[in-house]
């Protein structure tokens, strides 16, 4: 289906939410204005009129016809209170199972506006949301996580923490996200102890408990870094000690920039330093950037956090050197554009521009360059 397409079918299922009852622009008929109705002790002929003409949004719950009975309603009134109800709610799984079903889209925008208009119906689509999160897909399994944090009730916390594990690592980074939005006060602890499973899936888990900000846990994640085999478990450990700044698992991390073995626990190793922005780790990502090739973009775009004066001369120079990629030379670009705060214009396409470009930073760096010396 072609892209525009998409947005037609989208548009058509984001419409209003669905109600129960006669059409027109009249009010919608809840649970609150029928209690109004009657305390005002309205006849039960007039009521039921009322909600035979009027569009519905009633809750059935336990909870709400106890209350309604309490304010006066009959059998009579309880009983189509009871109809619209689960009409309302077959009205509302119909149209969430189609929401459901887009979120397998590939394209990331339509997948944002389903979920925008997902989290719009609020708690009742819990119970339709937890059914379907037996998807043999994990974009929507992921999608669906998503959308309960957002909803932040509290009958998602089993769901979405069960999904800690899931077997698709986008899924479980979901719900590492939204496990932290509906978390109460236990959840670190529930969350902590999942790591003495060291055999299992425990990355989600140790990924929550960085966004939860749980810095006491730093200690078990370096011991884990130490003992553990599984990259999962150990790029988890390295994301979430920078998510707490831990410092003292600077030389950890550094060392890990350095000498892993894996790609991805490298990426995750200079996010990590990043955000601990000790200048220490610089020689490091410099001699990680000459011996990793497919780690380069990610040093790269994390290096700018170092305003040194070895960063500076270390991107320029990737800018001079002839053999670098023009890709690689916009990344060192963008850093020095967020560095210095200065923007020559460096363009991929047009060589007289990126010509000038070079020479702008040459010029800079030479004028500027005494500003980052570390010599006295």
């Not at 998602?156 to 479980?172: E, G, S, W, Y």
């Not at 670098?324 to 060192?332: Q, R």
Request: net charge positive; charged share 30%.
């Amino acid at each position: 289906m072609k892209y525009a397409m998409k947005l037609l079918v989208l548009a058509l299922v984001l419409g209003a939410a669905p109600a129960f009852g006669a059409s027109g622009g009249g009010e919608i008929l809840t649970n609150e204005k029928l209690k109004e109705l009657l305390t005002a002790q309205i006849t039960d002929e007039v009521i039921l009129d009322k909600i035979k003409t009027s569009v519905t949004k009633f809750d059935a719950s336990v909870k709400e016809l106890v209350d309604l009975k309490k304010k006066g309603a009959s059998d009579a009134i309880l009983k189509v209170v009871i109809q619209h109800a689960e009409t309302y709610m077959k009205d509302i799984k119909k149209k969430l199972m189609q929401l459901i079903s887009m979120l397998n889209d590939p394209n990331p925008e339509v997948r944002a506006r389903v979920l925008l208009r997902i989290k719009t119906f609020g708690e009742v689509a819990v119970p339709t949301l937890v059914d379907q999160l037996s998807s043999k897909s994990g974009r929507v399994r992921a999608g669906i996580i998503e959308a309960l944090g957002d909803i932040e009730s509290k009958e998602c916390v089993n769901p979405i923490f069960q999904h800690l594990t899931d077997p698709a690592l986008d899924v479980r980074e979901a719900a590492a996200r939204a496990i932290a939005k509906v978390a109460d006060a236990k959840m670190a602890e529930r969350l902590e102890r999942r790591l003495q499973f060291k055999e299992s899936r425990i990355d989600g888990a140790i990924i929550a408990l960085g966004y939860l900000g749980r810095k006491k846990v730093a200690p078990a994640l370096m011991k884990l870094l130490s003992t553990s085999t599984q990259v999962d478990t150990r790029r988890a450990c390295v994301r979430t000690l920078g998510e707490l700044e831990a410092k003292e698992a600077l030389d950890s991390l550094i060392n890990i920039l350095g000498l892993d073995t894996d790609r991805t626990v490298r990426a995750a190793a200079a996010g990590a330093l990043a955000k601990l922005r000790n200048e220490k780790a610089v020689l490091m990502f410099l001699k990680a950037y000459e011996r990793y090739r497919d780690n380069r973009v990610d040093i790269v775009k994390n290096l700018k956090v170092f305003k040194t004066e070895a960063v500076f001369a270390f991107l320029i120079a990737q800018m001079n050197d002839k053999e670098v990629s023009l890709e690689m030379k916009a990344l060192c670009a963008a850093s020095l554009r967020e560095m210095a705060g200065k923007n020559f214009g460096f363009d991929t396409k047009i060589e007289l521009k990126r010509e000038r470009a070079v020479r702008d930073w040459n010029t800079w760096w030479e004028s500027n360059k005494f500003r980052y010396s570390t010599k006295d």
